[in-house]
């Protein structure tokens, strides 16, 4: 289990006036060099959120553009650090895990800029992967097998990663987080862009590791694809967790026919407020 407590994450941003905005125009026009006095605000991209994620759920991570969901996996994830808050996990006996090597050995974490070592083949860097987390031979012989079989890779386990296609490679990338074999993935919009074979073995892994008993957040655009697979979805708007429950039950109190409908049914009522 995934717990999340009161988390929030503050930035600064340049503001302008619209004053700031003609001396701009003014200076660009006469080709004079001049220094404006930028004006800084803070504001929350993650806003005291809380919530859990138990073991064997899919849990989809919905909302616009600039919502704050890339923010807030990268906490979870431990790739950032919050401002306020907390993140723990839970184990099967109750024990919440604090060490932050131990930590970060129960999730695997793919985000949507992960780079590869390009001069290698899949099967080279798995096998590196494995003798960092001082994984034996024998074991990481049958864990890239398995790998292999359940993302359908062996056609390309051998090919340089610089020559595989977008679809390959986002595969690659899902590969790398499963060598530790961690209880939680936490996957920033895992099948963005790409094709209908290559999107639907990343949805039947995240279905295969439910059933597994692990524990799966993401986010994604794709509100179909949310509505078939999420036990759970969560819709953030600036920051906030503005619903929460299942596809069916979010869709029922929106009267809506389908996620989509739902989600936007939701994000209208969050904007006139």
Request: net charge negative; proline share 3%; with cysteine.
């Amino acid at each position: 289990m995934i717990i999340v407590d009161d988390l929030c994450k503050e930035f600064e941003r340049t503001v302008m006036s619209k004053d700031d905005e003609a001396q701009t125009k003014r200076l660009a026009k006469s080709h004079k060099k001049g220094k404006l006095k930028q004006k800084k605000e803070s504001f929350y991209a993650v806003n005291h959120v809380s919530f859990q994620v138990p073991q064997g759920e899919i849990l989809g991570i919905l909302g616009p553009n600039g919502a704050g969901k890339t923010t807030l996996l990268r906490m979870l994830g431990a790739l950032m650090q919050p401002t306020c808050g907390s993140v723990a996990i839970e184990d099967e006996n109750g024990n919440r895990i604090t060490d932050p090597v131990q930590y970060k050995k129960s999730i695997g974490y793919l985000s949507g800029n992960t780079k590869l070592y390009h001069r290698m083949s899949t099967r080279e860097m798995l096998y590196m992967l494995a003798e960092i987390y001082e994984i034996d031979k024998q074991t990481a012989d049958e864990r890239i097998e398995n790998i292999a079989k359940v993302l359908d890779m062996h056609s390309f386990m051998d090919n340089r990663i610089e020559k595989l296609s977008t679809g390959q490679t986002q595969r690659a990338s899902i590969a790398r987080c499963l060598i530790h074999e961690p209880d939680i993935y936490i996957f920033d919009e895992p099948t963005l862009g790409l094709d209908i074979l290559s999107a639907d073995a990343i949805v039947n892994f995240m279905k295969s590791q439910k059933e597994a008993g692990k524990t799966v957040l993401y986010s994604t655009h794709y509100l179909e694809e949310a509505q078939f697979l999420c036990d759970r979805v969560l819709m953030i708007y600036q920051g906030k967790i503005v619903k929460e429950g299942s596809p069916e039950a979010i869709m029922k109190e929106c009267g809506a026919g389908n996620l989509r409908d739902a989600f936007h049914h939701v994000m209208e009522e969050v904007e006139t407020l």
